[in-house]
């Protein structure tokens, strides 16, 4: 169950191509007809505060009589082998970074709401009842998929949130690492669970605060942070390079090696430009329900 979030992101990306049309669990069949009250879940209103999104436990079985479910996300809520108190973990995770937002339970009627409203909706023990992540703070986490595990006792929600998700206002709620601690470190809320990526981009923003300082003998990265000719100079030579890959037949690892080099060269210039990594993957998921062609159109339109 553990390694699940690690590998739902690349499966994200490749299947929330379908998240402008919905969460579809049915490979081959078209979207679920879901309830009419979720139409209105996505209009300019949905900020406002939903009185019903709380749910005392007596009456979460009407609950989810309201949403009115179709049958074949009946059929999939009844598939989830819910514990003895009717719950499974359900983890929100971003559908861009890949980062661990927070974790949670949900029962039946949670998944049902997450499926119609499109926002993370958990069940509180403590309370006993509904609640969806930013029915007070308005930093919701809009969801565009959902996977269940192999077993289908654990649940992921594959979302973009709306601003920090963690009660302390860090971005994730996920920031205290083990060996840190171990070593006496204090808890840092900036810090992520960063993947390869995001730990190269959090690498390359310390080194843009070392370079502002001007002491020390400066880094490779520095340099090309301070100087945009020799960046550009860099980033052409390492794309040759890539290509060069291909038109004279080198080996795998050698196309992997050059493409690193021309990642970590791109992404300098990102920084240069205070263009984070994410915003880039988001671009990339927005194209995923839209052809070539169609993009092409659209970015001569603007």
């Given at each position: 169950m553990a390694a699940a979030p690690a590998t739902a992101p690349a499966r994200a990306l490749v299947s929330s191509s379908s998240s402008s049309r919905g969460v579809n669990f049915f490979s081959g069949t078209s979207r679920p007809n879901l309830v009419a009250a979720a139409a209105s879940a996505s209009a300019p209103g949905w900020r406002r505060r939903d009185p019903a999104v709380s749910v005392a436990a007596g009456s979460a079985q009407s609950a989810l009589g309201a949403l009115a479910v179709d049958p074949k996300v009946d059929k999939l809520l009844d598939s989830v082998k819910w514990d003895s108190k009717g719950l499974a973990v359900a983890i929100a995770q971003n559908v861009d970074t890949g980062a661990i937002l927070m974790q949670g339970f949900a029962n039946k009627e949670a998944l049902a709401r997450t499926i119609s409203t499109k926002k993370a909706t958990f069940f509180s023990r403590s309370r006993s009842s509904l609640w969806t992540k930013g029915e007070t703070s308005m930093n919701f986490i809009n969801v565009h998929d959902i996977f269940l595990d192999c077993d289908h006792d654990s649940i992921i929600y594959l979302g973009k949130p709306d601003g920090p998700t963690c009660h302390t206002g860090a971005e994730t709620c996920y920031y205290t690492s083990v060996y840190d601690a171990l070593q006496g470190s204090k808890p840092n809320e900036s810090r992520q669970v960063t993947t390869t990526l995001y730990s190269l981009e959090d690498t390359i923003s310390?080194?843009?605060?070392?370079?502002?300082?001007?002491?020390?003998?400066?880094?490779?990265?520095k340099k090309l942070l301070l100087d945009n000719q020799l960046l550009c100079s860099k980033i052409r030579e390492e794309a040759d390079e890539l290509i060069q890959t291909l038109l004279e037949n080198e080996d795998q690892s050698r196309t992997a090696s050059e493409m690193a080099d021309l990642l970590y060269h791109a992404m300098v210039l990102l920084r240069v430009k205070d263009v984070k990594m994410e915003e880039v993957l988001e671009v990339l998921r927005k194209r995923f329900s839209q052809s070539g062609i169609e993009e092409k159109a659209s970015r001569n339109k603007s």
């Amino acid at each position: 169950m553990a390694a699940a979030p690690a590998t739902a992101p690349a499966r994200a990306l490749v299947s929330s191509s379908s998240s402008s049309r919905g969460v579809n669990f049915f490979s081959g069949t078209s979207r679920p007809n879901l309830v009419a009250a979720a139409a209105s879940a996505s209009a300019p209103g949905w900020r406002r505060r939903d009185p019903a999104v709380s749910v005392a436990a007596g009456s979460a079985q009407s609950a989810l009589g309201a949403l009115a479910v179709d049958p074949k996300v009946d059929k999939l809520l009844d598939s989830v082998k819910w514990d003895s108190k009717g719950l499974a973990v359900a983890i929100a995770q971003n559908v861009d970074t890949g980062a661990i937002l927070m974790q949670g339970f949900a029962n039946k009627e949670a998944l049902a709401r997450t499926i119609s409203t499109k926002k993370a909706t958990f069940f509180s023990r403590s309370r006993s009842s509904l609640w969806t992540k930013g029915e007070t703070s308005m930093n919701f986490i809009n969801v565009h998929d959902i996977f269940l595990d192999c077993d289908h006792d654990s649940i992921i929600y594959l979302g973009k949130p709306d601003g920090p998700t963690c009660h302390t206002g860090a971005e994730t709620c996920y920031y205290t690492s083990v060996y840190d601690a171990l070593q006496g470190s204090k808890p840092n809320e900036s810090r992520q669970v960063t993947t390869t990526l995001y730990s190269l981009e959090d690498t390359i923003s310390r080194r843009q605060e070392e370079a502002t300082e001007g002491s020390g003998k400066p880094s490779w990265t520095k340099k090309l942070l301070l100087d945009n000719q020799l960046l550009c100079s860099k980033i052409r030579e390492e794309a040759d390079e890539l290509i060069q890959t291909l038109l004279e037949n080198e080996d795998q690892s050698r196309t992997a090696s050059e493409m690193a080099d021309l990642l970590y060269h791109a992404m300098v210039l990102l920084r240069v430009k205070d263009v984070k990594m994410e915003e880039v993957l988001e671009v990339l998921r927005k194209r995923f329900s839209q052809s070539g062609i169609e993009e092409k159109a659209s970015r001569n339109k603007s």
